[in-house]
T-cell receptor, first 113, second 116 residues
Framework: GDSVTQMEGPVTLSEEAFLTINCTYT??????LFWYVQYPGEGLQLLLK?????DKGSNKGFEATYRKETTSFHLEKGSVQVSDSAVYFC????????????FGQGTTLQVKP | GAGVSQSPSNKVTEKGKDVELRCDPI?????LYWYRQSLGQGLEFLIY????????KSGLPSDRFSAERTGGSVSTLTIQRTQQEDSAVYLC??????????????FGPGTRLTVL
């Protein structure tokens, strides 16, 4: 079945460092891909998405490109801030007719000043 | 407008008791989803509603779990004879549809269930 694998955390970075969180997927058809973020004490919220190959999703300085050839959707940010400390989830929605999300395990990011 | 709300925010129960968790989706959202977030299993899909019907119940872990949705709005997830492995945060999400596609899912704050 469909699945998502993302790099294990925690990831600890200094402020202004470059961030990459790897995400790969297995799916039949052409899924949509998402990154969700869960800030401490808050609910899950959509960070960015891409719905077809070579699309780039971007928001709040974060970017991810849908790479069909490598089945990947890596999350990047050029300069992280302390306020980016959160748990990041990669997810896919398969091309079926329910829209349900399949999530990766989550990666905890801690940014130190 | 109001987001997705869930109640209770926390629930502590004894093993073997039944519990009901409630979700109020965003008004007008026809699609509603339940997920479970636990330490061992991560975030996993439980059930999907379109209107009042549940065409995908594939994630329900056992027949102790059931859910219903009434009036195309409020949904209740019921866990019978709770077990300690049911301890988790139960998340509800809703979304609207655009033709055959689904728009962004908006998540509620979750219900933290602890089974003693």
């Amino acid at each position: 079945g469909d699945s998502v694998t993302q790099m294990e955390g925690p990831v600890t970075l200094s402020e202004e460092a470059f961030l990459t969180i790897n995400c790969t997927y297995t799916a039949t058809g052409y899924p949509s891909l998402f990154w969700y973020v869960q800030y401490p004490g808050e609910g899950l919220q959509l960070l960015l998405k891409a719905t077809k190959a070579d699309d780039k999703g971007s928001n709040k300085g974060f970017e991810a490109t849908y790479r069909k050839e490598t089945t990947s959707f890596h999350l990047e940010k050029g300069s992280v801030q302390v306020s980016d400390s959160a748990v990041y989830f990669c997810a896919l929605s398969s091309s079926g007719n329910t829209g349900k999300l399949i999530f990766g395990q989550g990666t905890t990011l801690q940014v130190k000043p | 407008g109001a987001g997705v709300s869930q109640s209770p925010s926390n629930k502590v129960t004894e093993k073997g008791k039944d519990v009901e968790l409630r979700c109020d989706p965003i008004s007008g959202h026809t699609a509603l989803y339940w997920y479970r977030q636990s330490l061992g299993q991560g975030l996993e899909f439980l059930i999907y509603f379109q209107g009042n019907s549940a065409p995908d119940k594939s994630g329900l872990p056992s027949d102790r779990f059931s859910a219903e949705r009434t009036g195309g709005s409020v949904s209740t997830l019921t866990i019978q004879r709770t077990q300690q492995e049911d301890s988790a945060v139960y998340l509800c999400a809703s979304s609207s549809r655009q033709g055959a596609s689904y728009n962004e899912q908006f998540f509620g704050p979750g219900t933290r269930l602890t089974v003693l």
